[in-house]
């Protein structure tokens, strides 16, 4: 076994992206702990940040939303206990390998979006969305935040528990990662 990545071989790498495999497969119980992280925490507002997150998810699902804006929708603040003033590109940046383009744009986004219901209040600019007008991810970053990030914290609203959300959550993180890499494989004997 090596102690520095100049000495691994191919053989090395095998069992490491073997592990990587299995360890990949509890992707969603982690999520889903981590989300969790969210609930003691309502920082004045009507609900705690983890029944938002699952008031943004239940919103989503039942305007119809497909599995992966559904997710997007759960995990849209997953970054705020690591990184509140910067959780939109941090959850961004953790659903990019399995989400589309346009879905991670509008996750690294939506804070600005949002912005326009209350930017003003803390001294910032209301309508910093604009500025991305025409992007092609404009419209569904605004229907996002218009329609079920922002209405998202109503403590009388029929949110549903996390399990609501699994089957989405094992479809999205059981794909294969936008433009993953194949795994190395250890090489074959030679002919002889």
């Not at 090395?12 to 497969?25: N, R, S």
């Not at 399995?98 to 996750?107: K, Q």
């Amino acid at each position: 076994m090596f102690r520095h990545f100049d000495e691994a071989t191919a053989e090395d790498w095998v069992p490491i992206g073997e592990k990587f495999d299995i360890f990949q497969t509890g992707l969603v119980g982690q999520l889903v702990a981590h989300l969790r992280l969210l609930e003691p925490h309502d920082l004045g507002y009507p609900i705690d940040r983890y029944a938002h997150s699952l008031q943004t998810a239940t919103r989503a699902l039942r305007a119809g939303a497909d599995d992966e804006m559904v997710v997007c929708a759960l995990l849209h603040d997953i970054g705020d206990t690591l990184s509140p003033v910067n959780h939109g590109p941090m959850a961004a940046a953790m659903l990019a390998p399995y989400v589309s383009p346009l879905n991670a744009w509008m996750i690294e986004h939506h804070e600005e979006f949002q912005g326009y219901y209350y930017a003003e209040y803390f001294g910032g600019n209301k309508h910093a969305r604009d500025q991305y007008e025409g992007h092609p991810a404009y419209e569904r970053t605004a229907r996002f935040t218009d329609e079920w990030d922002q209405k998202a914290f109503d403590p009388d609203y029929d949110t549903l528990p996390i399990e609501a959300f699994l089957p989405a959550m094992e479809h999205v993180f059981s794909r294969k990662p936008w433009g993953e890499h194949t795994r190395v494989e250890a090489p074959s004997e030679p002919a002889l």
